[in-house]
């Protein structure tokens, strides 16, 4: 299996980030040009982790997308469904809580978190809708979640041209990089799949998130949408 396909078989999905856990997180800085160390802050202040609270931390990787709210004096979960990624953040950071775990069935009960989040994760999970639910399963009355995801760049020209870079030039830089160059052709296909920003929002209003809305990043490459799940 060289790259996953789009029909997102979990077990393919958490193959291909096996193999490039080493260099991922030195990849998407050189792939974002840097930008991802900015999307991060704008994640952190929109989760606003305050000390206390309790953050569940999806498709947390190697665990630097954690640390802000560590910072900001939460508890963090960092949970993923790829045991190499967890294995190398475990490395780095032995003290932090990894735990392995499928989106579509957390190992968490109701109303543990007062914040969930996830970055760039949410389209390699085989049913986004079984996921928003259970996010919101596992978040308190009152509490939020915040996703982070690739988006559709919203001035044309640009987007043009987001879209060559997506399926010409990432593959040809990742190859330079990354150990498993073939996983991020499957990572910029799955991008121009993805939902638009009032789509996305419409599937978290659909599992039950109130309050929803989003703020769009580098010109809608990226788009933050945050939720909150209703008070009993």
Same mark, same amino acid.
């Given at each position: ?7 997102? @078989? ?13 260099? +991922? ?19 952190? $202040? ?17 665990? %630097? ?19 190499? &990624? ?17 989106? %579509? ?29 259970? &996010? ?25 041209? +987001? &879209?060559? +870079? ?9 190859? @330079? ?6 996983? +991020? ?11 638009? @920003?009032? @789509? ?17 990043? %580098?010109?809608?490459?990226? $788009? ?9």
């Amino acid at each position: 299996m060289s790259r996953a396909s789009l029909d997102k @078989q979990p077990h393919e999905v958490a193959a291909m980030f096996d193999d490039v856990a080493d260099k +991922y997180d030195l990849t998407n800085d050189v792939l974002t040009a840097g930008q991802a160390r900015l999307w991060r802050r704008a994640v952190a $202040a929109a989760v606003d982790a305050r000390p206390g609270e309790k953050v569940l931390d999806l498709a947390a990787g190697t665990g %630097t997308s954690s640390l802000p709210f560590v910072e900001g004096g939460a508890f963090t979960v960092p949970c993923d469904f790829s045991l190499g &990624m967890l294995r190398k953040g475990k490395e780095r950071h032995p003290w932090m809580p990894f735990t392995a775990g499928d989106a %579509t069935r957390l190992p968490f009960a109701d109303g543990t978190f007062d914040a969930v989040t996830i970055s760039y994760g949410l389209r390699n999970i085989s049913d986004m809708d079984a996921a928003l639910a259970e &996010m919101r399963r596992v978040t308190r009355p009152g509490g939020r979640v915040v996703i982070c995801e690739f988006s559709e760049p919203t001035w044309a020209p640009f987007r043009t041209v +987001y &879209m060559q +870079y997506l399926m010409r030039a990432l593959p040809s830089i990742a190859r @330079q990089v990354s150990s498993n160059p073939d996983a +991020y052709v499957y990572l910029a296909e799955s991008i121009r799949e993805w939902p638009n @920003q009032p @789509q996305l929002a419409a599937r978290l209003q659909q599992a039950g998130w109130t309050k929803v809305a989003w703020r769009n990043l %580098t010109g809608g490459i990226v $788009a933050l949408h945050r939720g909150f799940r209703p008070k009993d």
